[in-house]
């Protein structure tokens, strides 16, 4: 790039990098997925999901959070996939797997935080007919897309500015629920809750799912590294700090969420946070709560397409995906049509059922990327002592097999047609690739020539 042309500024510090890191994970998500998680083990045993969940996160935290400090480009995997499998060989398929399935699985975050907006919506206005409640999903996308049209720093104090109101939010109903704690509630088990049989390990795995979409986003900062000041030091620290305070925030939510809702009648229920305040505190308060969660949801939005905004455009850089994604704003200095180009995808992918928009964006993300992202830590550590690794993950072997581990269980308890549907992704990816590669003479077909 050529002096005087526009640059990424690197304008994002601890805070707002933890901020944007949170508000991603938190979201909508917590808000609606509880119940299902609960219907997952038909009894709050469930809440094992949580803890296994928060486990898989802090050890995949820390695989994020070594190649994060190691390769803090704009893009995030992109990078990783790319070095630990050979930049000039199968590196160039990994990378290129990782754009192809962001393309489709992003928007597909995106729009699932917006059709939970919707479904949170009905609470104040009342029932929406499914085109209603489609719009308004696809016009929360669009607002978002047009409140990113802006350069870094602006983005990173907003940033701040909804972090304060989501955790705000969060704590405001945790505290709550803990204040009126009731352990015959929260520890009402079903007879045979506990029973080591293979309906309670789907069960578990069903629900670690869930919990693993409300932790995702612990490594959102990595996808615009290239616009962090001392990446090396702010990158680690942002992720583990996120999923540590984010993993507490969640245990004591539903513990005190099932303090005052009893499960049986929580599993029904379609806007838990909003029927819990308003057992406490009446339908005002439980109306200011359900605001709050859209706020919450409207943050997490924000969060999540500013990250995938800046994948498309890192690799448009490098020359690996279409010329135009590689534009920045003439004048503020951000990826202007990968911006547009996402929010729209978003807002095409909200006519998707919001389950089905949950566990696509799980499976097919541990198919095509988490696995092999773990592995991309020991092929680093092996192969390329030429990479500087600020932070070590401690522990290590160890911490990298239980993240490898926890996402292989999780896969396996999915369910056949989104591995199916991963798997198709995959290979679908893996022939456009080679038709690619074939066109421009890339690895494997540079090797024969």
């Not at 339908?283 to 919450?296: M, R």
């Not at 990968?338 to 097919?364: H, Y």
């Amino acid at each position: 790039m050529q002096t005087g042309e526009p640059r990424l500024i690197r304008g994002v510090g601890i805070w707002g990098a933890t901020a944007s890191n949170m508000i991603t994970m938190i979201g909508v998500g917590p808000f609606i997925t509880i119940p299902i998680l609960l219907a997952k083990m038909n009894g709050p045993q469930a809440m094992l999901g949580w803890v296994l969940g928060a486990v898989v996160a802090l050890c995949d935290g820390m695989v994020w959070a070594e190649l994060g400090a190691a390769l803090p480009g704009t893009g995030g995997p992109l990078h990783f996939l790319s070095e630990a499998y050979g930049p000039k060989t199968l590196g160039r398929m990994m990378s290129f797997l990782f754009i192809w399935q962001s393309i489709f699985l992003l928007p597909i975050n995106a729009a699932s935080g917006a059709v939970g907006f919707a479904q949170y919506t009905k609470f104040l206005v009342g029932n929406l007919t499914w085109s209603q409640e489609k719009l308004l999903a696809m016009a929360v996308c669009g607002l978002t897309t047009l409140m990113l049209y802006r350069d870094i720093r602006a983005i990173s104090k907003l940033s701040i500015a909804m972090w304060i109101a989501v955790v705000a939010t969060v704590v405001w109903i945790a505290a709550s629920g803990l204040w009126h704690f009731d352990a015959k509630r929260v520890l009402d088990f079903p007879p045979g809750a506990f029973s080591p049989n293979p309906a309670f390990f789907a069960g578990v795995g069903g629900a670690t799912l869930i919990a693993m979409y409300d932790y995702a986003g612990y490594g959102n900062i990595c996808y615009f590294a290239g616009e962090v000041r001392n990446p090396a030091r702010v990158v680690p620290r942002s992720i583990l700090c996120a999923v540590v305070a984010v993993a507490i925030l969640y245990m004591a939510m539903n513990v005190g969420i099932l303090s005052v809702v009893p499960w049986r009648e929580a599993i029904r229920s379609t806007a838990i946070a909003s029927d819990f305040v308003q057992k406490l505190y009446g339908t005002a308060a439980a109306q200011v709560v359900t605001v709050l969660i859209l706020w919450t949801t409207l943050a997490s939005l924000f969060a999540g397409l500013l990250g995938a905004s800046r994948i498309p455009f890192a690799a448009a850089v490098q020359g690996r995906f279409f010329e135009p994604f590689a534009r920045l704003h003439p004048t503020r200095a951000f990826p202007s049509f990968s911006v547009v180009f996402m929010g729209a995808a978003s807002a095409l992918a909200c006519l998707l059922p919001l389950e089905t928009l949950v566990n696509a964006f799980v499976v097919i993300q541990i198919i095509v990327q988490f696995m092999a992202q773990v592995l991309a830590v020991t092929l680093i550590r092996r192969n390329r002592p030429d990479i500087e690794r600020p932070y070590s993950m401690p522990l290590y072997p160890l911490t990298s097999v239980l993240a490898f581990v926890g996402w292989f269980y999780i896969l396996a308890a999915s369910g056949f047609e989104y591995i199916a549907a991963g798997v198709a992704l995959l290979g679908v990816g893996i022939a456009a690739y080679l038709w690619r590669a074939s066109r421009g003479g890339e690895w494997p077909f540079a090797a024969v020539r």
